[in-house]
């Protein structure tokens, strides 16, 4: 079987394998996941899950995108969204958000709630865009309208998966960490180098995060692009 590579930001929507491909093995993959993510919880439920990774380009959006459609698929009310407020990808990968204010619309009482919150193609997936894009990332993340909007969805959803910049990169990461249940680190192979990935633990272990485990994104594997690991 021809490898995958689930990087190309160009074509998301065409790898929301979850949605498009349900028998193969790489939908299956996203499964497996999130019934590590769901064993791992057993006696604490993580309902709200951070996706975040050492670098850029590691496929922590599509991961995000997928890992949500597979939540989904099981009824469950799902919010995706997108708080990677300095490059948002989320919109690339739901057509159907490109015309959205988002969250920066919301905050700034552009629109409602209801009508920053895009229904997708999905049944029982929504989705929060970033919308346009803010000139100070850091003062909306330590904004108290934000954190009153989480909570809000945290009340009527689910599952909550959050789309975050690179932990090493900028601290929007650790700052909505403290918020979640727990938070999933990205590897992507042959790339991440070892010693980020260990400061990017140690900057999420810092800011309190409860890391679930780790999603190894192999490119080259035959049968299965993502590995997790607890």
Avoid at 132 to 159: C, F, G, H, M, W
Wanted: charge should be positive.
């Amino acid at each position: 079987m021809r490898s995958k590579k689930f990087r190309d930001k160009t074509s998301g929507k065409r790898k929301l394998v979850a949605k498009n491909e349900p028998q193969s093995a790489y939908a299956e993959s996203f499964r497996y996941i999130r019934a590590n993510i769901d064993f791992s919880g057993i006696d604490n439920e993580y309902k709200s899950i951070m996706i975040t990774s050492p670098d850029p380009d590691s496929g922590k959006s599509l991961i995000s995108a997928n890992l949500g459609i597979t939540y989904a698929a099981l009824d469950m009310k799902t919010i995706l969204i997108d708080l990677d407020l300095r490059k948002p990808t989320v919109h690339k990968i739901f057509p159907e958000c490109h015309s959205s204010y988002g969250i920066t619309g919301f905050l700034k009482d552009i629109l409602p709630l209801e009508e920053a919150i895009i229904k997708t193609e999905v049944p029982h997936l929504d989705v929060l865009p970033v919308g346009v894009t803010p000139a100070d990332p850091a003062s909306i993340l330590n904004s108290e309208k934000l954190k009153q909007l989480y909570k809000k969805l945290y009340e009527n959803y689910d599952r909550i998966i959050i789309d975050t910049p690179p932990v090493m990169s900028v601290a929007d990461a650790q700052i909505i960490a403290s918020w979640v249940d727990g938070s999933i680190l990205v590897i992507r192979n042959n790339y991440t180098k070892q010693e980020n990935a260990k400061k990017a633990l140690k900057k999420l272990d810092a800011a309190g995060a409860k890391v679930i485990g780790t999603i190894f994104n192999n490119t080259k594997m035959k049968m299965r692009d993502y590995y997790y690991a607890e």
